[in-house]
C-alpha cells in the first residue's frame, strides 16, 4: 500500500522539477541576449491539470470514441480474419474451401458473393443458406416446397428454364444451354418451361413479278416455325422425373400471331424421340399448345411400355375420339396412375374406348376428362367399368353434358364400388330424379368422401342429405386413421365366449 501511494507522488514532483528547470532555463537565455521589446502581456488560457486526476478525463475520451461505429479495440485484426478477407476475395481465381475447418467454412460461405460463376461454385458449394441468397436475389418469389425442399436445385431448375424459356432458334448458341449441363444435371429434377419463343421472321423482300425456275422465292426465304429441340438437353438431365410444356409466347402485346402458338409436326416428331429416351421420367404434361389427334398419337405411340411413366396430362388441347383411342391404349401397355384429358374435344366413342380399358385396368387411380362432351352414352359406359374396377379413387366429369341416365347408374356404382373416394359431376343436368337415384345409392356406400354436385339440377334436400352421408364417411374414415388396429383386415379371434367369431 505504500508503494502504491508514494509512487504518484514521485511522478508529480519529477514532473514539477522538470517544470522549474524549463522555467529557470528559460529565463536564463533571456537575460543572457538582453534586454527585450516589451509586448503586450497576453494571459495565457488555462492549461488543463495534469496529475493523478488525468486517468478520469482519459476514461471520458476513450467513452467518446468508443460511441464511433468504426472504432474497436482490436486495432490489428486476427490472422485468421485476414486469411478469411483474402479467401473470399480472391474465391473466383482460387477457391479454398473444403480445406478449411468447418467454423472457417461458414465464415466465408457467409461473405461469398452470390454472382459468382456456376463454374466456381456448382459443384463445390453445397450450403443451403448460400444458394438461398442467390435464389432470393434473382426470384423474388420462391416456393422451395415445389423443388423437394431444397434451394440449390430450385437455382438450377429455374435458372436452366429461363435460358430455354429465352432461347431463339437460329439466333441463340445452343451451347449457352448445353455448357450449362455438367454443373446443373445432378439437381434438375423437374423442367416447367411455359413459353417456347418460334425463330425470328426477316421481313420479307418485296416481290417484282420474276419467280425463278425452281417456285416461288418467298415460300423458299419462309423461315420454319420450329422450336428449341429438348432432344440433347433431356438426355443429359440423368434425374428428371417431371417435365411440364406449353408451346406458345407470353407478353407478346401488339406482336400477336396465331403462328406464335403453334406446336409443329417437327416439335411433335423432337418431343416425342425425347420423351420416350428417357426412361427416367414419370410426369409428362403438355398443355395449352393445340395438340390434336395426330400429334397426340405420335407423343402417346412414344409412351408405350415405358417403364417409369405415372402421370400423363394434355390438357386444354384439340384432342379427340382418335386421341382418345391412342390413350386408352397407352392404359393397357404402360403403368399410368394418373390421366388428365380435360378441356379437350373427347365424344361418346373416346369415352367409351377408355371405358374398356378401365374395366381391365389394375394401375389407374385418377381420370380426368372434365369439359368434354362424352354426353349420356358414354358416361354409361364409363360407370358400367367402374362396376368392375377395382383401383380408380377419383373421377372428374363436370361439364360433360351428362343427365338422370348416367346418374341412375353411377347410384349402382356406389353400391358396389369401395374404392371410389371422389367423385365430380358439377356442371351437368343430373336432375331431380337423377339426384335421388345418387342419394339412394350413397345410402349404402361407406368410402366416398367427396362428392361434387353443383350447378347440376340436383334438389336441394338431395344435396343436403348426399353431404350429410360425406360426413359420415368422413368421420369413419378419420376414425380409421387414427386406430387402425382397430379396422384390421377379417382375424379369426378365438375366445372362451365365441371360439369362432370372426371379427371385421
Same mark, same amino acid.
Given at each position: ?69 468504426? *472504432? ?56 443451403? $443458406? ?8 434473382? *426470384? ?10 431444397? *434451394? ?13 424459356? =429465352? ?18 444435371? $445432378? ?20 416481290? $417484282? ?59 411433335? =416428331? ?79 366413342? !373416346? ?44 373421377? =372428374?366429369? !363436370? ?73 359420415? $364417411? ?31
Amino acid at each position: 500500500m505504500q508503494e502504491t501511494l508514494v509512487t504518484p507522488t514521485l511522478s508529480v514532483l519529477s514532473r514539477s522539477s522538470i517544470t522549474m528547470q524549463d522555467r529557470s532555463s528559460t529565463a536564463g537565455q533571456a537575460s543572457s541576449t538582453g534586454p527585450q521589446p516589451s509586448r503586450p502581456s497576453v494571459i495565457p488560457p488555462p492549461s488543463k491539470s495534469k496529475g493523478w486526476k488525468s486517468g478520469a478525463n482519459v476514461r471520458r475520451m476513450r467513452r467518446i470514441i468508443a460511441e464511433d461505429p468504426e *472504432w474497436s479495440l482490436a486495432i490489428v485484426p486476427l490472422l485468421t480474419e485476414l486469411c478469411i478477407q483474402h479467401i473470399v476475395e480472391n474465391f473466383q481465381n482460387n477457391p479454398i474451401l473444403k480445406q478449411l475447418l468447418p467454423e472457417h467454412q461458414q465464415k466465408v460461405l457467409n461473405h461469398l458473393s452470390p454472382d459468382l460463376p456456376l463454374t466456381v461454385t456448382a459443384n463445390l458449394i453445397d450450403d443451403e $443458406n448460400y444458394w438461398r441468397r442467390c435464389c432470393m436475389q434473382r *426470384w423474388p418469389v420462391c416456393h422451395v416446397a415445389r423443388h423437394g425442399g431444397s *434451394w440449390k436445385r430450385l437455382f438450377f431448375e429455374r435458372h436452366l428454364e429461363n435460358l430455354i424459356k =429465352h432461347f431463339i432458334p437460329s439466333t441463340t448458341d445452343p451451347a449457352v444451354i448445353l455448357d450449362l449441363l455438367p454443373f446443373c444435371k $445432378n439437381y434438375v429434377r423437374r423442367l416447367r418451361v411455359d413459353q417456347f419463343l418460334p425463330p425470328v421472321q426477316l421481313p420479307l423482300q418485296p416481290w $417484282n413479278g420474276e419467280l425463278s425456275d425452281s417456285g416461288s422465292e418467298a415460300e423458299m426465304e419462309q423461315p420454319t416455325g420450329d422450336h428449341y429441340q429438348l432432344r440433347d438437353l433431356v438426355a443429359g438431365l440423368s434425374h428428371l422425373e417431371e417435365l411440364d410444356l406449353v408451346y406458345g409466347v407470353k407478353d407478346c402485346g401488339m406482336n400477336f400471331e396465331w403462328n406464335l402458338f403453334l406446336f409443329t409436326y417437327q416439335d411433335c =416428331h423432337s418431343l416425342a424421340a425425347t420423351i420416350k429416351a428417357c426412361h427416367t421420367l414419370k410426369t409428362f404434361r403438355l398443355t395449352r399448345s393445340k395438340v390434336d389427334d395426330d400429334k397426340a398419337r405420335i407423343l402417346i405411340r412414344s409412351l408405350l411400355d415405358h417403364p417409369a411413366l405415372e402421370e400423363l396430362d394434355l390438357s386444354h388441347n384439340l384432342i379427340g375420339d382418335r386421341g382418345a383411342r391412342a390413350a386408352a391404349k397407352l392404359l393397357s401397355h404402360s403403368h399410368l396412375r394418373v390421366l388428365t384429358l380435360a378441356n379437350n374435344q373427347v365424344r361418346a366413342p !373416346g369415352a367409351q374406348s377408355l371405358a374398356h380399358a378401365l374395366a381391365h385396368n389394375t394401375n389407374l387411380i385418377s381420370l380426368n376428362l372434365r369439359l368434354n362432351c362424352i354426353e349420356d352414352e358414354g358416361g354409361q359406359a364409363l360407370a358400367h367399368a367402374l362396376q368392375t374396377n377395382k383401383c380408380l379413387t377419383t373421377l =372428374h366429369l !363436370g361439364g360433360n353434358e351428362l343427365s338422370e341416365p348416367t346418374a341412375t347408374l353411377l347410384s349402382q356404382v356406389l353400391t358396389v364400388n369401395t374404392t371410389l373416394t371422389s367423385i365430380n359431376l358439377s356442371c351437368n343436368h343430373i336432375g331431380l330424379d337423377g339426384g335421388k337415384q345418387l342419394l339412394e345409392g350413397m345410402s349404402d356406400n361407406k368410402t366416398l368422401l367427396e362428392f361434387d354436385l353443383r350447378l347440376s339440377d340436383v334438389a336441394q334436400e338431395s344435396e343436403y342429405l348426399i353431404g350429410q352421408a360425406l360426413c359420415a $364417411n368422413r368421420e369413419a374414415a378419420r376414425q380409421r386413421a387414427l386406430n387402425p388396429s382397430h379396422f384390421m383386415s377379417p382375424i379369426t379371434a378365438k375366445g372362451p365366449e365365441n371360439p369362432n367369431v370372426t371379427w371385421v
